[in-house]
Nanobody, 123 residues
Framework: KVQLLESGGGSVQAGGSLTLSCQAS?????MAWFRQAPGKEREGVAS???????AYADSVKGRFTISRGNAKNTLTLQMNGLKPEDTAMYYC????????????????????WGQGTQVTVSS
């Protein structure tokens, strides 16, 4: 059974940083981070294909970085310069099929989802 487990969420002041981690039960070529705030649709934040190709939502470009973690089958999201509008539940996702990050950042192209980790940014 595929399992994805997020960690690293928490509360931080605006301008602060957090690093989210996702532990997957196996390697996925295409993985992504999504977020969902109350009353809003789930939004693709960042995606990665292989180790080097990535895509980002315009709202986080230049502030967030997606990468493979040091531990086996891990995925990270380094979030800098956090803003109150970044407040959301953040979800790790993985695609059964390999694809470019431009597709991987779309929710409908992902097959497996973690339970989420809450990020709260206060002003």
């Amino acid at each position: 059974k595929v399992q994805l487990l997020e960690s690293g969420g928490g509360s931080v002041q605006a301008g602060g940083s957090l690093t989210l981690s996702c532990q997957a039960s196996r390697y996925f070529y295409s993985m992504a981070w999504f977020r969902q705030a109350p009353g809003k649709e789930r939004e693709g934040v960042a995606s990665i294909s292989g180790d080097t190709s990535s895509a980002y939502a315009d709202s986080v470009k230049g502030r967030f970085t997606i990468s493979r973690g040091n531990a086996k089958n891990t995925l990270t999201l380094q979030m800098n310069g956090l803003k109150p509008e970044d407040t959301a539940m953040y979800y790790c996702a993985a695609a059964e099929n390999s694809m470019t990050p431009e597709f991987g950042i779309r929710a409908d192209y992902n097959n497996y989802w973690g339970q989420g980790t809450q990020v709260t940014v206060s002003s």
